[in-house]
């Protein structure tokens, strides 16, 4: 099992905006071989700021891969390219996680 870890941290009040991004059902990427499960998780901060985590389950580290290199996922960082992030995106990464159990 693999897991993709998307966080972004957001100004306090904005973390809805993120998750409707992210919780919509019936997408690309849950029709692709190798996609279990997508979670929406939020941490509220002592800041004020507010942490959404997007944890994608896939079968293995393959499957991810083969969605990274989709031309339909590439084709959606294209049209994003250029494009200035919202200005309440405070910070962004990515892991990726390997099961061991």
């Known amino acids: 099992m693999f897991y993709q870890m998307k966080k972004i941290v957001v100004e306090e009040g904005h973390a809805a905006q993120v ?15 190798g996609f279990i499960d997508k979670q929406v998780l939020v941490k509220k901060s002592r800041r004020g700021n507010e942490e959404v985590i997007v944890m ?3 079968e293995s580290e393959t499957d991810w891969k083969n969605w990274e290199k989709h031309p339909d996922h590439i084709a959606g960082h294209k049209a994003n390219a250029g494009k200035p992030k919202p200005s309440y995106v405070i910070e962004t990464s990515q ?5 061991q159990i």
């Open 19 to 33: 998750i409707e991004r992210f919780s919509k059902r019936g997408g690309l990427i849950e029709q692709q071989p």
């Open 56 to 58: 994608i389950h896939w």
């Open 95 to 99: 892991d990726i996680y390997e099961a």
